[in-house]
């Protein structure tokens, strides 16, 4: 955009249609200057902007697109009247434009560069049907001519039309590998459809899509984000450590990749490396009250107990419904022998979330340790109906059942246990997305009710 801020009018000028004539005679010098790069830049206006009040700046796109080719044609008439069509486009003097082109279009009615310009002139007249089949026309007489495609795919965008646009965007770049404008269009789209896909669960198809705006778009610290987040949903943690570490690399202090940054670092194990980024989002967001509970997390998979009691405590201090922390403590308690605590705070637990499988399961070890097996056996029976993947919950069904005498349910629920154990270490320790409001672009929500160790 810097190109466009110091050699032209101002996006806010763009926007409110303020701007003076010499202004507007900048950025036509950048058009004919630098024509890609215009192009490029004019499309990612309009992809943020509501395009029915920006049409205007279809003249200047289309001229861009279309200046490189203009460029290369010889001095005869045909060219001289095709590259006239071209300034007057650019000068939005349609009427005059076609005055240029029909000339061409009887003498030699396939003139594919004719026919592309006069694609453009519809599109401005708001004939986009007409468009449309001139743009057909074109890539069915030249199919190697990147700026028909490109011109047909704008237009799909144009038109709500995605799935008709990716493809003939896609030929466009593989015909022109700098051709940005269909670059910058493609990477839109795919995101778009990553971003319906997750709502839908569809979390592999969201992957592929911003697989593919990652490789065109490596440098886009937002598609590298959104990359990311995917990956973290398919349990693909290198890929995201990659992909948060070249957001990273564009924007230092981004908090969403700073602790997506630890999600994935804990997926791995490496909870030292969890536990600098944690400690990095905290000290960025010290009211988060989830922040805090992440940070516990990782120290208390250090070993560092009376550190993830301080960081647990000071999360329900922020905020006194946070479940996920009074669970934590209630571990911190078990492995301190401390049974009365650990049975509060999954009491605490439970009132705030009356499902939590991992506080029923806390509460059932304790029922079994005191040997109060009947009790042990309700609460281990619920969490694993909420459940069925806690791997604690069957192992200690499974003891309780054998001190109760009853060897073939013991067995079945000791090899479930088993079964579980080697299972990935997302399941036993997961987090989810920051549960602040103030973390960008995100829905207050709390961490999973099922992270365990």
């Keep these: 955009?810097?190109?466009?801020?110091?050699?032209?009018?101002?996006?806010?000028?763009?926007?409110?249609?303020?701007?003076?004539?010499?202004?507007?005679?900048?950025?036509?010098?950048?058009?004919?200057?630098?024509?890609?790069?215009?192009?490029?830049?004019?499309?990612?206006?309009?992809?943020?902007?509501?395009?029915?009040?920006?049409?205007?700046?279809?003249?200047?796109?289309?001229?861009?697109?279309?200046?490189?080719?203009?460029?290369?044609?010889?001095?005869?008439?045909?060219?001289?009247?095709?590259?006239?069509?071209?300034?007057?486009?650019?000068?939005?003097n349609l009427k005059g434009a076609e005055s240029e082109l029909q000339p061409v279009l009887r003498v030699t009615?396939?003139?594919?560069?004719?026919?592309?310009?006069?694609?453009?002139?519809?599109?401005?007249?708001?004939?986009e049907n007409d468009a449309q089949d001139l743009f057909h026309r074109v890539v069915a007489i030249k199919p190697d001519f990147a700026s028909g495609h490109a011109h047909l795919g704008l237009l799909y965008v144009q038109m709500d039309r995605p799935g008709e646009a990716v493809p003939q965007l896609r030929e466009a770049v593989r015909l022109d590998p700098a051709r940005t404008d269909a670059s910058v269009a493609l990477v839109h789209i795919w995101r778009q459809q990553a971003e319906a896909a997750t709502t839908a669960g569809d979390f592999a198809t969201a992957l592929a899509l911003l697989t593919d705006a990652r490789k065109l778009a490596p440098k886009n610290a937002d598609v590298q984000l959104e990359f990311g987040t995917a990956a973290l949903r398919m349990f693909l943690w290198q890929d995201a450590i990659e992909a948060f570490q070249q957001t990273l690399r564009r924007r230092k202090n981004d908090p969403v990749a700073i602790w997506g940054l630890g999600r994935a670092f804990t997926g791995l194990s490496k909870f030292e490396d969890a536990r600098q980024q944690f400690a990095r989002y905290v000290a960025m967001r010290p009211d988060d009250s989830s922040g805090h509970c992440a940070l516990g997390m990782t120290l208390a998979a250090l070993e560092r107990s009376r550190e993830a009691r301080t960081q647990f405590e000071h999360s329900i201090k922020l905020a006194p419904a946070q479940t996920e922390s009074y669970f934590r403590l209630g571990l911190l308690d078990l492995d301190s022998k401390d049974l009365d605590s650990a049975a509060t705070n999954f009491r605490h637990a439970l009132?705030?979330?009356?499902?939590?499988?991992?506080?029923?399961a806390?509460?059932?070890?304790?029922?079994?340790?005191?040997?109060?097996?009947?009790?042990?056996?309700?609460?281990?029976?619920?969490?694993?109906?909420?459940?069925?993947?806690?791997?604690?919950?069957?192992?200690y069904l499974g003891l309780t059942y054998s001190r109760m005498d009853r060897k073939a349910e013991s067995e079945q629920e000791l090899e479930k246990a088993t079964q579980l154990e080697h299972q990935e270490v997302e399941k036993r320790f997961t987090i989810l997305d920051p549960g602040s409001a103030s973390a960008p672009d995100a829905e207050p929500q709390k961490l999973h009710p099922n992270i365990r160790r």
């Design 109 to 127: 009615p396939d003139e594919y560069r004719a026919l592309d310009l006069l694609g453009v002139i519809r599109i401005l007249q708001g004939r």
């Design 351 to 360: 009132e705030h979330d009356p499902k939590h499988a991992g506080a029923m």
């Design 362 to 395: 806390g509460l059932g070890r304790i029922e079994f340790e005191q040997k109060r097996y009947n009790e042990a056996l309700e609460l281990l029976q619920k969490a694993i109906a909420n459940d069925d993947s806690l791997r604690v919950a069957h192992y």
């Design 1 to 92: 955009m810097s190109a466009i801020i110091r050699n032209g009018p101002r996006l806010e000028d763009l926007s409110a249609k303020r701007f003076d004539d010499q202004s507007l005679q900048r950025l036509r010098h950048l058009t004919w200057k630098n024509p890609r790069q215009a192009a490029a830049q004019i499309v990612c206006i309009l992809m943020r902007r509501d395009r029915a009040r920006f049409r205007w700046i279809y003249t200047l796109l289309f001229a861009a697109m279309l200046t490189a080719p203009a460029q290369l044609f010889t001095q005869d008439v045909t060219s001289a009247r095709l590259r006239n069509a071209a300034h007057l486009l650019t000068a939005g």
